[in-house]
């Protein structure tokens, strides 16, 4: 197993849900963390309580992963011994509402396909040539099991989804002659903020997502990124879907 002692592990979408889960499982693991998020404020003590408790050495910034010119000027920006990341959590996502496609909003659709796609692939095009460079590291995309199913109103979503999961086969494809690692965590109904941003801030709709089950929780899939970035080198965990013990596919639960 490979230790995650001392290893750069960057996540995005870091102050909320799995990127926050995400990032306190690493810093338990000796981790040192670069946390980026639109929310500073939560990152900073995000920081802070990560420093607490597990003298977690980490650097934080707001970053927008949608502007592919704040991506890059970011990133850049950090030191050299901080570009030496090891571990890509491109974590980063949501969805907008549940509407039939042709009833949608192009706002909407916009933002999810800015942020789930376009942004992952900014982060990655800045960090995986750096990784190329040291022949080391892993990339590890949170898609969803949206991207091997549709639902009714999932439309835009789940294109998104679809096409990361796409994107990490080709990430697979484009570095199978190298030491870096590509893998995809998909995970089925995870109750954070997720619903609540989906439905605008409807906290009493967002709950009825997860009625009558025990949804995962963000640690339950904090632990399975952990999990692939702690193989052996000569193992690649090419994606790992995770679902609650009541849900058998994205349509079908034990709702009881």
């Given at each position: 197993m490979i230790s995650m002692k001392n290893k750069i592990v960057l996540i995005t979408g870091a102050s909320a849900g799995i990127g926050l889960d995400t990032a306190r499982i690493f810093a338990r693991e000796g981790a040192k963390l670069i946390l980026t998020a639109r929310r500073e404020t939560v990152l900073k003590k995000l920081a802070d309580k990560l420093k607490k408790q597990y003298d977690t050495e980490s650097v934080y910034f707001p970053l927008d992963i949608r502007s592919q010119q704040e991506v890059e000027q970011k990133l850049n920006a950090l030191t050299a011994s901080w570009k030496k990341i090891d571990v890509l959590v491109n974590n980063a996502g949501l969805s907008r509402?549940?509407?039939k496609l042709h009833e949608g909003e192009y706002?909407?659709?916009?933002?999810m396909i800015d942020t789930n796609v376009k942004g992952l692939?900014?982060?990655?095009?800045v960090v995986i040539p750096w990784m190329v460079k040291r022949n080391k590291g892993h990339?590890?995309?949170?898609s969803s099991i949206a991207g091997h199913e549709l639902y009714p109103g999932g439309n835009v979503y789940c294109a998104t989804k679809h096409a990361v999961d796409a994107l990490t086969r080709g990430m697979q494809m484009d570095l199978v002659d190298s030491a870096v690692r590509v893998s995809s965590v998909d995970p089925g109904l995870v109750e954070t903020e997720f619903?609540?941003?989906r439905f605008r801030g409807d906290t009493k709709?967002?709950?009825?997502?997860?009625?009558?089950?025990k949804p995962l929780t963000g640690?339950?899939?904090?632990?399975?990124?952990?999990?692939?970035?702690?193989?052996?080198?000569h193992v690649n965990i090419h994606q790992l879907r995770i679902m609650p013990?009541?849900?058998?596919?994205a349509l079908i639960a034990n709702r009881k």
């Open positions: 509402g549940m509407a706002i909407d659709w916009e933002e692939l900014y982060l990655s095009r990339v590890i995309n949170i619903s609540i941003v709709r967002a709950k009825t997502v997860y009625q009558g089950l640690e339950d899939v904090a632990e399975a990124v952990l999990f692939c970035a702690t193989r052996p080198p013990k009541d849900q058998a596919s």
